[in-house]
């Protein structure tokens, strides 16, 4: 699915996956990966994806019940609706299924995911979470999402004096955040929570910020570099200089929804000047 007023934005209904955004005073917003892979059971590498009801983070190689990410970004179940005649919005809808009620998280859920732009340079996604079954559940969520730029170049300010965990670093997993401006400049995988409202990438090479206002508690920041490039087999091997990845989710603490209840969170992107 894609739409235009003014802006470009790709959305693949595998997954209810972005794979594009793009506004009149700026180049490409999204990285996709050209090697990316849009099979059945893939994920696909680039853009944004929802992963529900597991975020798994990958802290000396702990693992979920679920598949890494979980089964939303692979799904193909996901469903189109409009509503209200507005071209610049769009909401998926992902519901339980014979699959997932036989997986390791069975509960009846609707899943919607809203998506709605500004071509002057904001896109605003939202999540909400429904439980329709008669138990409690738990879970927990992130939006994944690649920004397009040079890897060493892009700055990421808000995070001073947030405790993260550290995935690279076993001998002192937990930690907290010093530096006013992050920089990048090798492998990286953490776990922000709880965050500030409000953050901002600064890519100064393409004059250009991203400031991200969201209500989800906890950001990732993660990119592979030359260190796990080649582990990765649908990345080209030099493109983890083409990125980074600032990620919102709730994932050091697991949402609860109770029976008939419902969650939802949202971020937006406002595109500006560095």
């Known amino acids: 699915h894609g739409f235009t007023r003014g802006g470009c934005l790709e959305i693949a209904p595998h997954g209810a996956h972005l794979l594009s955004w793009k506004i009149p ?32 983070f990958r802290q000396f190689g702990a693992k979920g019940p679920l598949p890494l990410h979980s089964f939303s970004c692979q799904s ?32 009846p859920f609707e899943l919607s995911y809203e998506i709605s732009f500004d071509p002057a340079g904001e896109l605003l996604t939202k999540m909400t979470v429904r439980n329709v079954g008669k138990t409690d559940f738990e879970f927990t969520c992130a939006l994944h999402t690649y920004f397009c730029g040079d890897m060493k170049e892009m700055r990421i300010e808000g995070l001073k004096g947030v405790e993260y965990e550290d995935a690279l670093d076993k001998a002192q997993p937990v930690k907290v955040e010093t530096h006013t401006i992050l920089s990048l400049d090798g492998n990286v995988d953490r776990l922000y929570g709880p965050t500030p409202l409000e953050l901002r990438i600064v890519d100064a090479k393409k004059g250009r910020s991203i400031t ?5 508690p906890d950001v990732i920041v993660w990119n592979p570099s030359d260190t796990n490039k080649k582990a990765l087999g ?41």
């Open 25 to 56: 005073a700026h180049s490409e917003i999204i990285y996709l990966s050209p090697q990316a892979k849009f099979g059945e059971n893939d994920g696909i590498r680039g853009g944004t994806s929802i992963c529900f009801p597991q975020y798994c």
């Open 76 to 107: 193909n179940d996901w469903t189109l609706e409009r509503g209200d005649n507005d071209e610049s919005k769009v909401t998926f809808v992902l519901k339980d299924t014979e699959v997932t009620r036989k997986s390791a998280w069975p509960h």
């Open 212 to 216: 991200i206002a969201k209500d989800f």
């Open 234 to 274: 649908d990345l080209p091997e030099d493109d983890f200089n083409k990125f980074v990845c600032v990620e919102v989710g709730a994932i050091r603490k697991p949402v609860k929804v109770k029976a008939g209840g419902v969650w939802s969170a949202s971020q937006k992107y406002t595109v500006g000047g560095s």
